[in-house]
């Protein structure tokens, strides 16, 4: 049975969704699941845009031929060769061999360099700029190096003011029937898994997005059509928004995230403590994670959602609790910027956290660390050490 769908004019959505599989990239925990979208323009020529992840390889197939109905496939544009967007390609070459694989430079290697099909005999190079024509379409090709992977390029239609963004404008999430996002009440449900989506996968390549944003300023949009999650054709500036400021690394909220690791409590009850304190001095947005029981890729993404972070971790045999280091390292390693955050250290005979905890947050840009050092618990946080969580919670908030 086919299952695409008309999205507009000629253009159709033919992907499908993965609600099996328990990690994207084999590391995000995907409850949702994932969409891997692809689309297909009927005009004098026909022009597939992408195609999808094996697992839902044999429903793609369906839908491509569902909606060709008998005609040949004369283009395969590729905007992305990453392998959840391009497992399909071979089947696509194998069941329309006169089919073209557009692409740039890069595209064609990296599809040469993955599979083993004759890449060279159907490619068709293209340069920034340079427009592909089907008939009434006219397609032009946009590079967005590392807007996700080196190869990728976005691809506008100027007949539908269509943007085929490849990643960017991504999120986790399988698609239920509705495929555009106003169908969809999107802030209240998707948009966790966008930022988290964004943060994670692209989040590192920050002035990459600000680039490309900068070019797509000057094309009219009428639709954005990602490779995951739903199709945008209204609030696209309010979207675009959200991404400038995830893109430049500024705080979505005014607020406070409080990530700690502990073992027998005594770290946790200190930060309790501290946010009754916050609550008290009138912050109303405060958020209390366990680094070991929240999955690291919502930590972080929770981090760039908020002005302010408070970081505390038991000393663990002369080490920062690995939970927490290697949060730390992968803030790092996002260019984790322009936060105000606080540091508390727990241990019984010999308190190293603090010290490495701070050391990680100096080797970041532009991050300030309150009184410009750890509050240190030893074993519990007796009556000297609150008032020193005062003072934290007091400072945190000038
Ligand atoms: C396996 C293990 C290793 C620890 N290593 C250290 C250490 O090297 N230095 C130290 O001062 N405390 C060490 N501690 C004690 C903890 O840092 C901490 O003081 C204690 O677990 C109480 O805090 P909690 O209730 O938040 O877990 C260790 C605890 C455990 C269980
Ligand atoms: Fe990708
Ligand atoms: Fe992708």
Redesign the pocket.
């Known amino acids: 049975m086919q299952l695409a769908k008309k999205i507009t004019e000629d253009t159709y959505y033919v992907g499908y969704s993965d609600r099996r599989l328990e990690l994207f990239e084999n590391i995000y925990p995907i409850e949702r699941g994932v969409s891997y979208n692809s689309y297909l323009v009927l005009d004098e020529k026909t022009v597939l845009l992408d195609t999808v992840d094996h697992s839902v390889s044999r429903q793609f197939m369906e839908n491509v031929k569902g909606v060709l109905s008998g005609r040949c496939l004369d283009y395969l544009i590729v905007n992305h060769v990453e392998p959840d967007h391009c497992a399909t390609i071979e089947a696509v070459i194998n069941a329309y061999p006169e089919c073209k694989i557009v692409g740039n430079a890069k595209t064609l290697q990296f599809i040469a360099q993955f599979y083993d099909f004759d890449v060279s005999s159907h490619s068709m190079t293209v340069k920034e700029g340079d427009v592909l024509s089907s008939g009434k379409h006219s397609f032009s090709f946009v590079l967005a190096p590392m807007v996700h992977w080196p190869e990728v390029m976005v691809t506008y239609d100027s007949f539908t003011k269509v943007l085929f963004s490849a990643d960017a404008f991504g999120t986790f999430g399988s698609l239920s029937g509705n495929l555009f996002a106003d169908e969809l009440d999107f802030e209240k449900e998707w948009l966790d898994d966008a930022r988290r989506y964004y943060l994670n996968i692209v989040g590192k390549y920050g002035i990459q997005v600000m680039n490309l944003l900068k070019k797509a300023s000057s094309l009219e949009i009428g639709m954005i059509c990602p490779l995951h999650g739903p199709i945008w054709r209204k609030d696209i500036a309010w979207f675009i928004d959200k991404y400038k400021t995830w893109a430049q690394y500024e705080p979505e909220e005014d607020g406070i995230v409080i990530i700690y690791s ?7 009850q200190a930060m309790m403590y501290l946010a009754l304190k916050l609550g008290d001095l009138g912050v109303r947005n405060i958020h209390m994670y366990d680094a070991s029981k929240t999955d690291a890729s919502v930590l972080l993404s929770e981090c760039f959602r908020y002005s302010k972070a408070v970081f505390a971790s ?5 080490e920062i609790f690995p939970k927490m280091e290697s949060l730390l390292l992968d803030l790092k390693a996002h260019l984790y910027q322009k936060r105000r955050v606080g540091v508390v250290e ?7 956290s603090g010290k490495k905890m701070t050391d990680i947050l100096k080797s970041m840009k532009d991050i300030e660390i309150v009184d410009g050092k750890a509050v240190s618990i030893l ?1 519990n946080a007796k009556e000297s050490v609150q008032k020193e969580l005062d003072n934290l919670a007091e400072n945190l908030l000038k």
Not at 262 to 268: C, D, F, K, M, V
């Open positions: 502990s073992i027998y409590g005594n770290t946790e038991v000393t663990y045999n002369l727990c241990g019984t005979w010999a308190l190293q074993s």
